[in-house]
Every structure is written in structure tokens, then in C-alpha cells.
């Protein structure tokens, strides 16, 4: 939907408001250079011939009125003693004292606003180009950009060009007129008309599209809004004279067709009484479809007159037709729905078309409406059709349904058994890491509990041999100081043994640590591998029995280390003993 130019009368501004600067064209001579066939060097040779300067701008706005004032009676006596030479030869009648003795002094200025807000940026670039560019019919105008508001501003006296082309010279009407529909121009605002159909045309030209609206205010206080798109301004503006004839013979036609069938009806109703039914008749009849005697000189004129009335008389009875045809359609619903009254008490179709007969008396409608019956029953017959298919489709539908559910039965019954089994394995993985947590505790445990015991023992054997070494020193006399001294340096080497002993538990213990870490990484990727058997499980379950295997092996692998490792600890801790003893008693 094309957008709107907002557009808004102000009548009998205050001059206060004008600014001579925003003067759209030559006062005067803008408007009259419209009416000029000549080229632009020719009208200037004119001008200059005949002493008319051009003046572009003023001080103040009484300057530009009197130089319109001036111009305009110098254009009455050129016309009036050489003609309009390549003006518009029209002009000589409208260019006279008595249309524009008055001058332009009498502050008689309208303005219209134009309101582009909701157009977007380029499209009121256009609209501003083509504002600008376009002649108002006013002899002084002025134009104003603000913004999205243009304003035209203009002095109510201008030159108008009726259906004719007769031209004239008048007062634009205080109100605003977006159709040039009018018959007589000076009644109207002519200017307006004119500029906003000249407006549509450019943007036309310019493949812009837009409507021109406004409110005004009824006699009630009511504001109501009217909408003319620039497609209708245009054609309105083009049409001929013979055309708007031809409208007004229509119009002229469809009342009168609009008459006779009232009075028809009236007939019908008898309503009047006979004489005064005649009465009407003849009256009508003499009006109408009578021949003119007066006019008729000779046997071609009665032709032409008959021929006339045969045409008349064959347009009034088509557009009585057709608004016979209207009237039926109109009632052809009502009568529609008391057929189907009159079927849902039983009556035949024919009866109940008899009934609709007899009440409305209007043979068209009846025939209308039982086109809307007939139509009734073909959509059944499109209705059963239509459901015998949907039947089709159902038990289509209906198999394939039965299809999936046995499909979803079986998949349900594959995730169920997946469910259990992975369940199943769950369990599994639970119980192996639970024993695997047990076995590792347990190995813990029991390496902890031989270092401690390595641990106690070793210390008991120093402090028995501390407190052996002690009483045996005690014992001894100063002669046997060197025996003390061998003794301390056996001591020396003693500790020397002991931290040899030391440094091999914590090799021990970085064997053992590692041993835990390598069985804890295999326990990490046994339960991997577990998970992995979910998907996989028939190949797993020889895996995992080969890793429990492993495992077994590895945890009795590290129990035989463990025990060969005890004896010979206790082994040499004996044999250092005996040695140990050995020396004392030889020294």
C-alpha cells in the first residue's frame, strides 16, 4: 500500500509569516511565463522590448506585490493594443482591468503543508525535487522546506482553466481540493487541484506511487479523512469534457431507471388508486419518451428524435435490468435461508420454491438463490467424495500406524533388554572395582605391615647391640681401649650398614609404591574396559577374564617377591650379627 502525503489547509495566513526570501518564482511573470509557446530567449526579447524588467528579489513583500501590480498593468494595455503575440490567445480575455484592478495589496495568502514524514529518505528527496520544480496556477507564491513539512504559500488569485480550456482569473476558495472534478474552477480552489495533480503526474513519471490525504470537519463536529491516490488525481484530471458528459447522461439514466422501478413497485402494491396510477404513468411517460414537436421542422428531425427515444428507452430498461439484477442479488440470501427453512420442515424443493415465489414476487433472486441450493448440493456430492477419500486415507493411515506400533513394540523390547544387560553390567563393574579397592587395600596393608616390622626388628637388633657394646665397654679396662676404639669404628661402620639398610627399604618401598601404581592403572583400564563391554560384550568377556588372570598373577608375583625379599633380609641381618659377634670375641 503506497504511503501518504499528509496535506493541511490554512486559510487567510497572516503576512507576518511570509518570508520574501522562500519567493518560489518571478511574481506575476512566473505564473505567465506558463502560457508562453515561445522559446525562453524570445520571451525575454519580448519582455525587454516592452520594458519589463525581471526582478527576482525583494526587500519586503510589498515590493513584490507592487512589482506584480506594475506588470500586470502593463500586460493589460500590451494585450489590449498588440495582442498576446505567442501567449496563449485566451489570455486577452482574462488579462484585464476589471480582474486585476485591485492589485495585490489586500493580504488575501493561503498555505498548505505537505507532511513527508513517512517516506523514507530517498523518496522524499524526490518528492522535495518535484515540490520545488512545480508551477502553482497563483500569480505570487512562495515554498518553504522544513524538514518533512514543505509549505506552500500563495496569494488566493491566480489563473484557471475550466473542461473547455477557457481560462479565467478568480479568488481560490478557502478550502482544499485534490480533484480537478469541478465544472466551474472559480468556485473552487483550483489551485490546489492543479499543484497536487501536477505533483502526481512528476512522481508518476518517476515510478512513485503515493496518496494524498487530509481531514476536514462535517457540520456535526465530526473530523473524517479523505485519501485520493496520485492514479486517480491523474485520471480525473484527464478526462475529457465529452467524457464527464457522458458520466452525467449515465447518472442521469440510473435515476431515472431508479424512479420508474419505484414506481413499479408501487404498482405492484397498488398503492394508488387507478386513476392516479394512470395519471403517474402518463405523467412519466410525457416526460421521458415523448416526442417535441416544437423542434421537429421536418421528417429528420422526428427521425432523429425517435431514434433518440429508442436509445434513451434501451439504456433506462438495461440499467433497470440491472438494478433489478442488484436488488435480487441482495435479496437472494435472505431468500436462501428460508428455502432452507422451509426444506427443514419437510416441504420439496419445489414447494419451497413456490413459497419463495409467492412472498418476494422476484423471480431473479429465486432463481439466485436456488443457484445457491444447487450449489449446496454439489459441494455434497464434492463432500462425500472428498470423505470416501479421507476413508481411503484413513485405513491407509491406519495400517501404517499399526506398522510403527509393532516397530516401536520391537525397539522397545531391544532398550529394554539393553537396559537389563547394561544393568547386568553395572553390577559387574561395581562388584570388580569393589574387589579390586578390597585387593589393593589389602596389598597396602600387608607392605605397610612388613616395613613396620622390618622397621622394629632392625631397631630391637641396634639397641641389643647398643646395650651389648655398652656393658661390654663398661667392662672393659684401660688396656683394652683399643678394643673400644676397634669397637666405636665397628659401631661407625655399623650405622654406615644401617643406612645402606635404610636406603634399601626406600628402594623397597619406591618398588612396592610402583608396583600399587602399575596394579591401580591396570584397575583404571579394567574398568574401561568393563564400560566397554556393554557394546561389545560377548568379545569382552574373555578379555576380562585374561586381566583377572593378569592380575592374580601379578598379585602373586609380588607376594613371592615379597617373602624371598623378607628372608634374605633376615638372612644377612644374621650373618652381620654372627660376624659382628665373631670379631668381638677374636679381639
Not at 526587500?59 to 498588440?82: D, G, M, N
Not at 479565467?168 to 481540493?177: C, E, H, Q
Not at 440510473?254 to 404513468?281: F, G, H, V, W, Y
Not at 673400644?484 to 623397597?508: G, P, R
Request: proline content about 1%.
Amino acid at each position: 500500500m503506497a504511503n501518504s502525503i499528509n496535506v493541511s489547509l490554512f486559510p487567510k495566513i497572516n503576512t507576518s509569516e511570509i518570508d520574501v526570501v522562500s519567493l518560489a518564482n518571478v511574481p506575476f511573470l512566473g505564473l505567465m511565463k506558463g502560457f508562453w509557446s515561445g522559446e525562453e530567449d524570445e520571451l525575454k526579447e519580448y519582455l525587454e522590448a516592452h520594458q519589463i524588467p525581471i526582478v527576482n528579489s525583494f526587500k519586503s513583500l510589498y515590493e513584490a506585490e507592487e512589482y506584480a501590480t506594475t506588470v500586470s498593468q502593463a500586460f493589460i494595455k500590451i494585450f489590449a493594443k498588440e495582442g498576446t503575440g505567442k501567449f496563449n490567445y485566451r489570455l486577452a480575455n482574462v488579462i484585464k482591468e476589471k480582474y486585476l484592478k485591485n492589485g495585490f495589496h489586500d493580504n488575501n495568502y493561503n498555505k498548505i503543508i505537505f507532511d513527508i514524514s513517512s517516506f523514507d529518505e530517498e523518496t522524499k528527496n524526490a518528492i522535495r525535487e518535484i515540490f520545488f520544480s512545480t508551477l502553482a496556477r497563483s500569480f505570487i507564491s512562495f515554498k518553504v522546506d522544513n524538514d518533512d513539512v514543505l509549505e506552500l504559500i500563495y496569494h488566493k488569485r491566480g489563473i484557471y482553466q475550466d473542461n473547455s480550456k477557457r481560462l479565467g482569473v478568480s479568488l481560490a476558495r478557502d478550502r482544499l481540493s485534490l480533484l480537478q472534478n469541478f465544472k466551474d474552477p472559480g468556485d473552487n480552489n483550483y489551485i490546489s487541484a492543479n499543484f497536487i495533480y501536477l505533483m502526481a503526474k512528476a512522481l508518476m513519471e518517476k515510478n512513485i506511487i503515493v496518496n494524498f490525504k487530509y481531514d476536514y470537519i462535517v457540520g456535526s463536529g465530526q473530523v473524517l479523512t479523505k485519501e485520493v491516490g496520485s492514479e486517480e488525481v491523474i485520471k480525473v484530471a484527464n478526462q475529457t469534457l465529452a467524457e464527464r458528459e457522458r458520466e452525467r447522461e449515465v447518472q442521469e439514466i440510473k435515476k431515472q431507471a431508479e424512479a420508474e422501478l419505484q414506481k413499479e413497485k408501487n404498482n405492484r402494491r397498488d398503492s394508488l388508486p387507478p386513476e392516479s396510477i394512470k395519471a403517474e404513468t402518463y405523467k412519466d411517460y410525457s416526460t421521458s419518451n415523448r416526442f417535441s414537436m416544437e423542434k421537429a421542422q421536418n421528417s429528420e428531425d422526428l427521425e432523429k428524435q425517435a431514434n433518440d427515444i429508442l436509445h434513451n428507452y434501451k439504456l433506462v430498461e438495461l440499467e433497470k435490468r440491472r438494478l433489478r439484477l442488484e436488488e435480487a442479488e441482495k435479496l437472494s440470501g435472505d431468500i436462501y435461508q428460508d428455502i432452507l427453512q422451509v426444506l427443514s420442515n419437510g416441504a420439496s424443493i419445489v414447494e419451497a420454491l413456490n413459497i419463495c415465489n409467492q412472498k418476494y414476487n422476484n423471480k431473479d433472486a429465486v432463481n439466485m438463490a436456488s443457484m445457491f441450493l444447487t450449489k449446496d448440493l454439489l459441494n455434497l456430492s464434492l463432500k462425500e467424495k472428498e470423505i470416501s477419500n479421507l476413508k481411503e486415507e484413513l485405513a491407509e493411515a491406519s495400517l501404517e500406524k499399526n506398522k510403527l506400533l509393532d516397530l516401536i513394540a520391537q525397539r522397545e523390547e531391544s532398550i529394554k533388554e539393553l537396559r537389563e544387560n547394561n544393568r547386568e553390567l553395572e553390577k559387574q563393574k561395581e562388584t570388580l572395582k569393589m574387589e579390586n579397592e578390597k585387593t589393593l587395600m589389602e596389598i597396602q596393608e600387608k607392605y605397610t605391615t612388613i616395613l613396620k616390622s622390618n622397621k622394629e626388628r632392625h631397631n630391637a637388633q641396634l639397641e641389643e647391640l647398643a646395650k651389648s657394646y655398652e656393658n661390654k665397654i663398661n667392662n672393659l679396662s684401660g688396656e683394652q681401649k683399643n678394643i673400644y676404639d676397634k669397637l666405636q669404628i665397628a659401631q661407625k661402620e655399623n650405622a654406615v650398614l644401617e643406612k645402606k639398610l635404610q636406603q634399601a627399604n626406600e628402594i623397597k618401598n619406591e618398588e612396592i609404591n610402583a608396583s600399587i601404581k602399575e596394579l591401580q592403572d591396570k584397575v583404571s583400564s579394567l574398568i574401561n574396559r568393563t564400560i566397554h563391554i556393554a557394546k561389545e560384550k560377548n568379545n569382552e568377556e574373555k578379555s576380562i577374564n585374561e586381566k583377572i588372570d593378569d592380575l592374580q598373577k601379578v598379585i602373586k608375583k609380588m607376594n613371592n617377591t615379597s617373602t624371598k625379599r623378607k628372608t634374605k633380609s633376615r638372612t644377612a641381618k644374621s650373618s652381620e650379627k654372627d660376624d659382628n659377634l665373631f670379631s668381638h670375641t677374636k679381639d
